[in-house]
């Protein structure tokens, strides 16, 4: 039996070699027909930390890691655009117009 492959966002990375990646998809209502977001959060292991917060990644089944790793980073599809403060903060003119 082939092993199965997700692509989700990773949303934490505070764990050594673990992320936490979810896996969001829109799902019918079977009365009212609307759809509606279902996630899945999977805990996958990431040998090398090459992940991080808001990255697009692919994840395979794996054997059991741990008590909840079940999953194995294989790539990073896209990774995220997150910019630092002090990028996103205009730099101060010379005339030091900081103040009132």
């Excluded at 794996?62 to 403060?85: C, F, H, M, N, Y």
């Amino acid at each position: 039996m082939p092993k199965r492959e997700l692509i989700g966002q990773v949303t934490s990375d505070k764990m050594q070699k673990t992320r936490v990646v979810e896996i969001s998809r829109k799902v019918r209502h079977p009365k009212y027909g609307k759809f509606v977001r279902h996630r899945t959060v999977c805990h996958v292991h990431d040998e090398n930390n090459q992940s991080a917060i808001g990255d697009t990644v692919r994840i395979v089944e794996s054997r059991p890691l741990s008590r909840t790793k079940r999953w194995q980073l294989v790539e990073v599809i896209a990774k995220s655009g997150d910019v630092s403060l002090k990028d996103a903060l205009p730099a101060e003119d010379a005339a030091g117009a900081g103040g009132v």
